[in-house]
């Protein structure tokens, strides 16, 4: 199975600041990563796909980047409505896996 | 508009099998490439993916759950049933299905990725 670590695990940012998320695979998977966020309670959404495309509909302050191993979730400004859990996922081969999460609350 | 939902009982007893319902509207699950998927994510926990049935009946499963699950789908009635056998209290968790689709920015092949969810059913293993 493809290995997805996810880091940090939490983190805590003050609203406008930078907020960067990295997802590491093994092995190397290309550009098959997607990002969710996913809200208390709620299901969770698709923010980015194939690494670096932003859904339809999702904010502009959210971008993705990498290929190969080591790939990063990015908030450019963040928000208080961000606050959520984020997920990387790898559709490079079944089973597809999930990062562990990261908790971004905002401070 | 594509919507998808999950129907199945809220409590199961240790041993019994579980059967989920997704019934989903505004695709069909015949359309070349579309998939229907399964995710769980127990409390507190982070998600777990589980199963997924393409259009031409393709299936994978989770090699940990592969003995214990079977994923079908009835395309008349646009709905994907999961099961799940010998539950456990491990098993507890809220169960989502998603809409899989694909788009070929990384080639040669094209990724699939999960865009719309389920609200998800919580289930609880319990005596």
């Known amino acids: 199975d493809v290995q997805m670590t996810q880091s940090p695990s939490s983190l805590s940012a003050s609203v406008g600041d930078r907020v960067t998320i990295t997802c590491r695979a093994s092995?190397?998977?290309?550009?098959?990563v997607n990002w969710y966020q996913q809200k208390r309670g709620t299901a969770p959404k698709l923010l980015i796909y194939?690494?670096?495309n932003l859904q339809s509909g999702v904010p502009s302050r959210f971008s993705g980047s990498g290929s190969g191993k080591d790939f990063t979730l990015t908030i450019s400004s963040l928000q208080p409505e961000d606050v959520a859990t984020y997920y990387c996922?790898?559709?490079?081969?079944?089973?597809?896996?999930f990062g562990q999460g990261t908790k971004v609350e905002v401070k | 508009q594509i919507t998808l939902k999950e129907s199945g009982p809220t409590v199961v007893k240790p041993t019994q099998t579980l059967t989920l319902t997704c019934t989903f509207s505004?695709?069909?699950?015949?359309?070349?490439?579309?998939?229907v998927g399964w995710i769980r994510q127990p409390p507190g926990k982070a998600l777990e993916w589980l199963a997924l049935?393409?259009?031409?009946?393709?299936?994978r499963y989770s090699p940990s759950l592969r003995s214990r699950l079977t994923i079908s789908k009835d395309t008349s009635k646009n709905q994907v049933v999961l099961t799940l056998t010998n539950m456990d209290p491990g098993d507890t968790a809220t169960y989502f299905c998603?809409?899989?689709?694909?788009?070929?920015?990384?080639?040669?092949?094209?990724?699939?990725?999960?865009?719309?969810w389920g609200k998800g059913a919580t289930v609880t293993v319990s005596s």
């Open positions: 996922q790898q559709s490079y081969s079944t089973p597809w896996t």
């Open positions: 092995p190397d998977i290309s550009s098959y």
């Open positions: 194939a690494a670096s």
């Open positions: 049935i393409y259009w031409n009946d393709d299936k």
């Open positions: 505004g695709f069909s699950l015949s359309t070349r490439g579309v998939g």
């Open positions: 998603a809409h899989n689709t694909y788009d070929f920015v990384v080639v040669p092949a094209a990724i699939y990725y999960m865009d719309v």
